[in-house]
């Protein structure tokens, strides 16, 4: 049964920094491409970052304009975990982020699209707030 669990949201001040991760099970996440998605209230869900597995596209990340610079993913296949590492937030940061896993990508434009995604975590809320 794939599983995807996320942790390490919670409040934190602007400026300050997260991680999150998401441990993931039922598959072996070195051949899972993993993205990480937020929805703020009101909003629909968008594309944060993707750490791409698919063929061809092995290594490659994906970022949104928003948070270049400020924002990384990283995995330990190992432990199964991806993580999120966010850093300067700032309160229109504040969402439930959710990672997501599909073997393969169609098209590394579509990084961003929901449905290119199988897996999903349940989300973990991340509040910026002073």
């Known amino acids: 049964q794939v599983q995807l669990v996320e942790s390490g949201g919670g409040l934190v001040q602007p400026g300050g920094s997260l991680r999150l991760s998401c441990e993931v099970s039922?598959?072996?996440?070195?051949?899972?491409?993993i993205g990480w998605f937020r929805q703020a209230p009101g909003k629909e869900r968008e594309g944060v970052l993707c750490?791409?597995?698919?063929?061809?596209?092995?290594?490659?990340?994906y970022y949104a304009d928003f948070v270049k610079g400020r924002f990384t993913i990283s995995r330990d296949n190992a432990k199964s975990t991806v993580y999120l590492q966010m850093n300067s937030l700032t309160p229109e940061d504040t969402a439930v982020y959710y990672c997501?896993?599909?073997?393969?990508?169609?098209?590394?434009?579509?990084?961003?699209?929901?449905?290119?995604?199988?897996?999903w975590g349940q989300g973990t809320q991340v509040t910026v707030s002073s």
């Open positions: 997501a896993a599909v073997r393969s990508l169609s098209y590394a434009s579509r990084w961003s699209e929901e449905y290119e995604y199988d897996y």
């Open positions: 039922g598959f072996t996440l070195v051949y899972y491409t």
């Open positions: 750490s791409d597995s698919s063929e061809g596209r092995n290594g490659n990340t």
